[in-house]
C-alpha cells in the first residue's frame, strides 16, 4: 500500500519546529489555554503569596478578635474568619500547602509507578506477576480508609498526609504504563531496537518511555486536581495539615462551623479547592485533545 | 577450499502453539518446515513467498528475535548464538519503514541506537551518524527531524542507515519496498545495490515481488506454506521454473512489457486461496491447488529433485519414474 | 461505443490547509464509459484518491473546493446537484470498493448483518419497503455474483473467519447491493498475494462483461493496470498527463513521465537497470507554471512554463507535452 499520507504533498517545506507546531495546536484549544492559565495563576499565587496576600501576617500566629467574622468586604476580600485572620491572604498561603502535597505525591507516585509499569509491562513472567499483583492489592484500598489507618499511627501532619496518600496513588500509574507497554512491546521499532542490540534499560526507558510522555502528562494533570482534593478532605476530617497553618480543607471544616450566616468561612476556601481542581482538569483535558490529534496522524 | 557460507540454515522449523477462543490448547501451528539453504558472503539470496509462507517467521530467527524449534542457524561455520554477538553479524530493515523507526525519537537519535549499544563515546556517535546520512543520501540536517516529517521512501533510507550503523555481515530486507511507490523503490532498490557494491554485503532479500526478485537476487528460494518449494540460481529458476507452484506464481505476475508475458508460463490462475498453516494439507501441502496433480500427491510429500547444478524443486512430477511431463 | 456513464470535464480542486492553499488537482477530464474498464493510474500524491473522493462526493468542503469543471454522471452534474439527491446516488448507483479488505468491515458483525444493513438503510431512502428475508435473497444473490460458494454459510461469518480474498469479494458484493452502474474500486487487490489479487482482477472484468458496469479503478499498479483495464489515464501532481487505450499506451508510452514509470518497474526478463526519477512532487501550493512535470523532465525547455497543450496522438490515444506538440509541427 503507498503513502497515502494526505500531508505529504500538501503541507509546504517552509518548516515550524515540531514545538513551534505543539504551541501552535496547544493556543488554538480554548480548554487547554484556560486550564492552563488558571494553574500558572494559582501556582504564581502560590510561590508569591507572602507579596501578594494583602495581610501575610494572618497566615501564622495571629489573632484580631475586633474582626472577626467580617463578610467580603474591601479591606478583606473573602471575610475574615473566627479568629480575625483575612481569608484571602489565608487562602494564597493555603494554595502553597496543596501544592507542595501534590508535588511531593506526584513526585513520588510517578516515577515509582512508571518503572514498575515499564517492568511489568515488559518483561512479563514472574516480575510482572509479583508487580501486578501487588498492584491489584493497593487498588482495592481505598485511599482514605488508608489515610485514616497511617494517620492515626503516626501523628496527624502533612508529610504523614502526604505518605499516606503516596503509598497507593502509584499503583493507576503502574497500570496505566503497564498496558501502554503492553501494547508497545509488540511494535516494530521495539523489535528493531532489540535487534541493534540496545539494552534493556535502554528499550524502556529510550524507546517505550517517550511514547508514554503523553498519557502520562494527560494523566498527571488529572491526578493533580485530584490529590489536591484528598488532601483537603484529610485536612478536613483534621488528619492533615494541623492549624495554625493555612490549609483549605481545615479552613472549609472550621468554617463549617458557623454556616449559613457566616457563609463566606467556608464557601469561599471551598471554592478556591474547585478552582485549582478545575484548572488542572480542563489542562489536563486539553492535553488530552491535543495528544489524540497527534495520535490520529 | 572453500570458505563456509557466511549464512547457513539447516532444518529450521518452527512450530506455534495455537489458542482457542478461551486459551486453551488448539494445536499446532507449523509455520516453518524443514528449512535450508546457504548465502555465500556478497550474494543477494531471495526468498520469494506468499502469505503464510513462514518468510517473516524465517527472518526473526534468523535474527534471534524468535526461537527455532528445531534446525540450526550458522554463521561462517559457526552455530549462532542469541544475543549481541548476532547483532552486530545481521540486522534487517523492516517493511512497514513508518512503524519501524519510534515516533517520539529524532532521527539521529533512533540511527544511534546501535551506535551507543557498542558504547561509542558521543562526538563519535554524532560524526558516524552524519557519515550514515551521507551514506544513504539524506542531508546531514535530517538528524534533527522525526519521522513523521519524512516520507516513505526517506525513512526506509534512514532505517537502511540504521541497520548500517551496527556495521552487519548480513542485511535482511523484509519487503523494503512494498510500502513504496515504484519510482521511489527504484531508488531504494539502486542504493542498495550501491551499497552492497561500495560495503561488501550480503543480503537476505524476502519478498513476494517476483519481477523485483529477478533483478536483484542472484539466488532464490521460493516458499510455499512453510516448505521451500523450488531453489536455484535466478536465471536458471526463472527461464525453466520446475515446481507447479513456481509456475502458477509468475502466471499470475502483473507485467507490463509483451516480452515479459510471452516468457511467462502458461498455466491458468490457480484457484483457491492459500490453506491455513494451522491446517496443513497431506503429502505434498501444494496438491490442494495443483493443476497437475497426481497420485502420490496427496499422501506422500516429496524429496527435492535435482534439476541443474544449482536448481533444485521438490515435487513428485519431477521424479525420472514419473510418467506426466509439465507442459511449457 | 458505450455510453460514457461518468464523465470528468476540466475538474479544478483546490485545498486550504493552515491558511495556505493546495492546487490539487488541475483540469482533470476523463471519461468513464458502460461495460469497460476504465484505470486512473498515478503514484502517491498525485491526486488520484482525491478525484475519487470528489467523484463520490467525500470531501468536506471547507478544506476542499472545486474550482472548477464538472462531474457528470448519467448527463447531470453531480457538482450542480442538491445534497439529497447526490445522497442517492452514492452507494446506489455508484458505489467505492475499499482498499484494505481487512480494515474495511465492521469485526463485530457479521457479513450478512453488515450486507443487509446497507440494503436496509437504501430502501429507506428510496421509500421502498423489503422484508428481512427478501432482502436476504438479494445478499445471497449477490455474494454468488462474485463466485462465493455457500453464500448462506458467507453471510452468517464474521470477517475475521474470512480470508483475505473472500473479505475482499465481500467487499465488491457490498458494492453491486444495490442497481449499480458505475464501481470505483480503491486499489483493488493490493493488500491480496499476487495469486488471489489476480482472481479479483479476472473477478472484476467478468463483473463488467456481464453487468454491464462501468468500472473505474485507481491504482499505483501497472502492471494491474495493463493486465485488466480496456482505458487508462496517467496522472501527476494533479494532471492527467497521457490517456489511452491500454495496448496502445504500454506499447507505446509518449509522455516522459510515463516512460519513466514503466522503466522504474522491475520487469520479469531480468534486464531493468533501477534509476528512479530525479526529484520530488512539487509544492502544491506553488506549483509550476505550465507543465507540473518540468522540473523532473530530462527534456524540459523554457516553453514547458506554459501549459502543454492536449494532442491526440493516434486514435483514443492523448498526451500532454510540449514535445509531442513540437513533433506534431
Known amino acids: 500500500m503507498a503513502d497515502q499520507t494526505l500531508q505529504a504533498p500538501f503541507v509546504a517545506p517552509a518548516r515550524l519546529t515540531t514545538g513551534q507546531q505543539n504551541w501552535r495546536r496547544f493556543s488554538s484549544n480554548p480548554t487547554a489555554v484556560i486550564g492552563a492559565a488558571i494553574v500558572v495563576l494559582v501556582v504564581l499565587a502560590a510561590i508569591f503569596a507572602p507579596y501578594l496576600a494583602p495581610y501575610p501576617t494572618h497566615a501564622g500566629e495571629i489573632v484580631n478578635f475586633r474582626a472577626r467574622h467580617h463578610p467580603p468586604s474591601l479591606q478583606y476580600w473573602f471575610g475574615t474568619d473566627d479568629v480575625g485572620r483575612d481569608i484571602f491572604s489565608r487562602v494564597l498561603f493555603g494554595y502553597r500547602v496543596s501544592l507542595i502535597l501534590a508535588i511531593v505525591v506526584l513526585g513520588i507516585a510517578v516515577p515509582l509507578g512508571t518503572t514498575l509499569g515499564l517492568l511489568a509491562g515488559y518483561f512479563g513472567g514472574w516480575i510482572e506477576i509479583i508487580i501486578m499483583r501487588l498492584t491489584d492489592i493497593a487498588l482495592g484500598i481505598p485511599p482514605l480508609v488508608m489515610a485514616l489507618a497511617v494517620s492515626s499511627i503516626l501523628s496527624p501532619n502533612l508529610i504523614n498526609a502526604m505518605l499516606a496518600i503516596s503509598i497507593l496513588w502509584w499503583t493507576w500509574h503502574t497500570r496505566l504504563i503497564y498496558s501502554i507497554t503492553r501494547t508497545l512491546r509488540g511494535q516494530e521499532f521495539v523489535e528493531a531496537a532489540r535487534t541493534l542490540g540496545a539494552s534493556p534499560f535502554h528499550i524502556l526507558f529510550r524507546e517505550i518511555l517517550p511514547n508514554c510522555v503523553s498519557a502520562i502528562s494527560v494523566k498527571v494533570s488529572l491526578d493533580a486536581g485530584f490529590v489536591i482534593l484528598i488532601g483537603a478532605t484529610l485536612s478536613f476530617l483534621g488528619l492533615g495539615v494541623q492549624p495554625p497553618t493555612p490549609d483549605l480543607g481545615t479552613m472549609v471544616a472550621s468554617g463549617a462551623n458557623f454556616l449559613p450566616d457566616n457563609w463566606w468561612e467556608s464557601i469561599l476556601p471551598g471554592f478556591a479547592i474547585l478552582f485549582v481542581t478545575l484548572g488542572f482538569n480542563l489542562l489536563g483535558d486539553g492535553l488530552r485533545d491535543l495528544f489524540d490529534v497527534e495520535e490520529v496522524r | 577450499m572453500s570458505a563456509p557460507p557466511l549464512l547457513e540454515v539447516i532444518g529450521l522449523s518452527k512450530n506455534f502453539r495455537a489458542r482457542g477462543a478461551f486459551g486453551q490448547r488448539a494445536g499446532e501451528v507449523k509455520a516453518v518446515r524443514g528449512v535450508s539453504f546457504a548465502i555465500a558472503s556478497g550474494e543477494v539470496f531471495g526468498l520469494a513467498g506468499e502469505s503464510g509462507s513462514g518468510k517473516s517467521t524465517i527472518a526473526r530467527m534468523i535474527l534471534g528475535l524468535t526461537a527455532p524449534s528445531a534446525g540450526a542457524i550458522m554463521i561462517e561455520g559457526v552455530e549462532a548464538s542469541p544475543g549481541a554477538s548476532r547483532a552486530r553479524a545481521i540486522q534487517m530493515v523492516f517493511q512497514n519503514p513508518g512503524s519501524s523507526l519510534n515516533p517520539r525519537r529524532s532521527i539521529g537519535q533512533s540511527i544511534a541506537v546501535p551506535l551507543e549499544a557498542a558504547r561509542r563515546r558521543r562526538v563519535a556517535v554524532a560524526a558516524r551518524v552524519d557519515e550514515l546520512l551521507k551514506m544513504v543520501q539524506l542531508p546531514a540536517d535530517f538528524a534533527e527531524r522525526y519521522p513523521h516529517e519524512l516520507s516513505g521512501g526517506q525513512k526506509q533510507r534512514v532505517a537502511i542507515a540504521r541497520a548500517l550503523a551496527a556495521e552487519p555481515r548480513l542485511i535482511l530486507l523484509d519487503e523494503p519496498t512494498s510500502a513504496l511507490d515504484v519510482s521511489v523503490q527504484a531508488k531504494i532498490i539502486e542504493l542498495l545495490q550501491e551499497l552492497g557494491r561500495t560495503l561488501g554485503l550480503t543480503f537476505l532479500f524476502i519478498s513476494h515481488d517476483l519481477s523485483l526478485m529477478r533483478n536483484f537476487a542472484s539466488r532464490v528460494g521460493v516458499l510455499y506454506l512453510g516448505q521451500i518449494a523450488e531453489i536455484g540460481e535466478t536465471t536458471a529458476l526463472f527461464a525453466s521454473p520446475a515446481h507447479p507452484y513456481t509456475r502458477s506464481l509468475l502466471a499470475s505476475v502483473p507485467v507490463i512489457t509483451a516480452e515479459e508475458e510471452a516468457m511467462r508460463p502458461n498455466v491458468p490462475i490457480i484457484e483457491g486461496e492459500v490453506p491455513s498453516p494451522a491446517n496443513l494439507p497431506a503429502g505434498c501441502s501444494f496438491h490442494t491447488r495443483c493443476p497437475n496433480v497426481f497420485a502420490p500427491c496427496d499422501a506422500i510429500d516429496p524429496d527435492f529433485t535435482v534439476i541443474a547444478a544449482d536448481h533444485r524443486a521438490r515435487c513428485h512430477l519431477l521424479r525420472p519414474e514419473a510418467d506426466t511431463t509439465l507442459p511449457r | ?329
Not at chain 3, 493552515?18 to 492546487?23: E, I, K, M, S, T
Not at chain 3, 452507494?91 to 463485530?108: C, E, H, I, K, Y
Request: charged content about 20%; glycine content about 8%.
Open chain 3, 1 to 329: 461505443m458505450s455510453a460514457t456513464l461518468l464523465s470528468l470535464r476540466d475538474l479544478s480542486l483546490e485545498f486550504s490547509l493552515f491558511g495556505r492553499r493546495a492546487y490539487v488537482l488541475n483540469r482533470v477530464s476523463l471519461d468513464v464509459p458502460e461495460a469497460r474498464h476504465v484505470a486512473l493510474v498515478g503514484e502517491s500524491g498525485c491526486g488520484k484518491s482525491v478525484t475519487m473522493r470528489a467523484i463520490m462526493g467525500l470531501l468536506r468542503s471547507p478544506p476542499a473546493r472545486i474550482t472548477g469543471g464538472e462531474i457528470l454522471f448519467d448527463g447531470r452534474d453531480l457538482l450542480t446537484m442538491s445534497a439529497p439527491e447526490r445522497e442517492a446516488l452514492r452507494g446506489v448507483a455508484m458505489s467505492m470498493v475499499f482498499q484494505d479488505p481487512m480494515t474495511s468491515l465492521n469485526p463485530v458483525f457479521s457479513v450478512g448483518d453488515q450486507m443487509g444493513s446497507i440494503l436496509k438503510y437504501a430502501d429507506r431512502r428510496l421509500g421502498r419497503a423489503r422484508s428481512k428475508a427478501e432482502r436476504m435473497t438479494r445478499v445471497y444473490e449477490v455474494l454468488r455474483q462474485v463466485r462465493m460458494p455457500d453464500p448462506e454459510r458467507i453471510a452468517l461469518a464474521y470477517p475475521f473467519m474470512l480470508s483475505g480474498g473472500m473479505r475482499q469479494r465481500v467487499l465488491i458484493a457490498m458494492a453491486l447491493l444495490n442497481e449499480t452502474r458505475l464501481l470505483i474500486a480503491d486499489e483493488p487487490g493490493t493488500a491480496l498475494d499476487v495469486t488471489t489479487q489476480a482472481q479479483i482482477l479476472k473477478l472484476l472484468q467478468d463483473l463488467v462483461a456481464e453487468r454491464h458496469l462501468a468500472l473505474l479503478m485507481i491504482t499505483h499498479n501497472l502492471g494491474v493496470v495493463r493486465a485488466s483495464a480496456n482505458y487508462v489515464y496517467v496522472m501527476y501532481a494533479g494532471s492527467v498527463v497521457e490517456h489511452g487505450p491500454t495496448a496502445a499506451l504500454f506499447a507505446n508510452p509518449r509522455h516522459p513521465y510515463t516512460r519513466a514509470l514503466i522503466d522504474c518497474v522491475p520487469k520479469l526478463s531480468g534486464r531493468t537497470t533501477f534509476r528512479g526519477i530525479e526529484g520530488t512532487l512539487p509544492d502544491y501550493a506553488a506549483p509550476p507554471p505550465g507543465c507540473r512535470f518540468a522540473p523532473r523532465c530530462p527534456h524540459a525547455t523554457s516553453v514547458c512554463a506554459t501549459p502543454p497543450p492536449d494532442l491526440a496522438v493516434g486514435g483514443a490515444h492523448g498526451v500532454s507535452c510540449w514535445l509531442e506538440a513540437e513533433k506534431a509541427a
